[in-house]
């Protein structure tokens, strides 16, 4: 049975709370128990057999209950699945999802915010921690990136450099590293005859506004959200929801991309086909699986 009609299925019941799809790439749930954090975790091994989850659940001080009793039924024989030709359980997929920086876009060599707190004389550590609790209102366009690097410089009680020369250098680096991934760009243009093609990015103001009048990285898709246009912003779920809606298409319908696996996890468990970016052959092997 797919996932998503698992987790459909176990939503149903009266006595989940929520339902989160493992994470792991390998046939244990370590990964997903070291971020869930349950008090119990409930398996059918024998009661003195060491589970691979042995280890995450001492460390984490989670109860393992485990004897639950041998498999009666496996979801197959219970839908009938096992009846159907395998071949004709293509994904109807109608959008594919990218993410732009660190996927399309390469990353800017370094950080902007070790070059910038360098250009204004003050070391990294107290750069950040004069600005690590706005900064997530720049992604989300409740504030520039102006009036972020003007907050910073009250905080640090700095007169010089201003906030408008912060701001430049922040674009001079940004710009100076602009690049498209070329390898990428040749498999969004091959799909773009057969499927329709959106971008969901996290973004500041300035650097959404540069991209649209001087990079046209937006012109490869149909659709673009941006975290500053929808006040909303990657990994939090509504974000998610928010492009689910106005496509007007169920979770399965979808591919969405990603280089982070923090802005993976949310999708997947909305239903979506998840690809966790790594280089550009491997997106186009992952693709040519989840569309054959």
């Known amino acids: 049975m797919p996932q998503e009609e698992r987790i459909e299925i176990l939503k149903e019941l009266k006595m989940v709370d929520e339902v989160i799809l493992s994470l792991d790439d390998d046939r244990t749930v370590s990964k997903t128990l070291e971020m869930v954090k349950p008090n119990i975790f409930a398996c059918s091994f024998r009661k003195h057999d060491r589970i691979p989850e042995q280890d995450v659940c001492e460390k984490l001080n989670i109860k393992i209950v485990n004897e639950l009793g041998e498999k ?114 040749k498999i969004i243009l091959d799909l773009t005859d057969k499927y329709s093609l959106v971008s969901l990015t996290n973004t500041e103001k300035e650097i959404a506004d540069r991209n649209k009048l001087k990079n046209s990285v937006f012109m490869y898709f149909k659709k673009n959200y941006l975290s500053t246009d929808l006040g909303l912003m990657k990994p939090n779920l509504d974000i998610y929801e928010y492009v689910i809606n106005d496509l007007k298409v169920n979770p399965q319908e979808l591919i969405f991309i990603d280089d982070k696996e923090e802005n993976i996890i949310p999708a997947k468990n909305l239903g979506m086909n998840t690809i966790h970016y790594k280089n550009p052959i491997q997106l186009e092997n992952d693709l040519t699986l989840l569309l054959k």
């Open 72 to 185: 009666l039924q496996s979801s197959s024989d219970l839908t009938g699945l096992k009846e159907l030709d395998k071949s004709k359980m293509k994904l109807n997929i109608k959008f594919i999802i990218f993410d732009l920086g660190g996927v399309l876009v390469y990353s800017p060599r370094g950080n902007i915010g070790e070059e910038v707190s360098k250009f204004a004389g003050v070391d990294y550590e107290s750069f950040t921690k004069a600005n690590e609790h706005i900064y997530n209102l720049t992604v989300t366009g409740e504030i520039s990136l102006l009036d972020f690097y003007e907050k910073t410089l009250n905080k640090l009680n700095l007169k010089k450099p201003t906030a408008q020369e912060l701001l430049s250098k922040h674009l001079e680096i940004y710009n100076n590293n602009f690049k498209l991934d070329n390898d990428v760009l």
